[in-house]
């Protein structure tokens, strides 16, 4: 069974900077995505970023774009969203995902299939 485990989320001030990470273990297939979503209570689970462990190609939300940045350490099964001139509508619960076999690249939830517990960002004004 494929785990996720995020970190990294904490509470800045507009315009700081984070870095989540996302550790994958027991993956059992090749050719797949890691996506970054993130959710607000009440509200539907939104995709931030993912980046195709296929090809290395990214995608990002038009809303993050320029200022989140999403990367792999391989050797260390990581994946990281470095986050950038934070802002208070950054604020979300951050959850990291693999997607199904052999999809590459996408921001939509339901071409993952496992997904971490998630971790808090908060972002004051």
């Known amino acids: 069974e494929v785990q996720l485990v995020e970190s990294g989320g904490g509470l800045v001030q507009a315009g700081g900077s984070l870095r989540l990470s996302c550790v994958a273990s027991?993956?059992?297939?090749?050719?797949?995505?890691i996506g970054w979503f993130r959710q607000v209570p009440g509200k539907e689970r939104e995709g931030v970023s993912s980046?195709?462990?296929?090809?290395?190609?990214?995608d990002y939300a038009d809303s993050v774009k320029g200022r989140f940045t999403i990367s792999t350490d391989n050797a260390k099964n990581t994946v990281y969203l470095q986050m950038n001139n934070l802002r208070p509508e950054d604020t979300a619960d951050y959850y990291c995902?693999?997607?199904?076999?052999?999809?590459?690249?996408?921001?939509?939830?339901?071409?993952?299939?496992?997904w971490g517990q998630g971790t808090q960002v908060t972002v004051s004004s």
């Open positions: 027991e993956i059992t297939f090749d050719e797949y995505t």
């Open positions: 995902a693999v997607s199904l076999p052999f999809v590459v690249g996408g921001l939509i939830p339901t071409l993952y299939t496992s």
């Open positions: 980046i195709s462990i296929t090809d290395g190609s990214t």
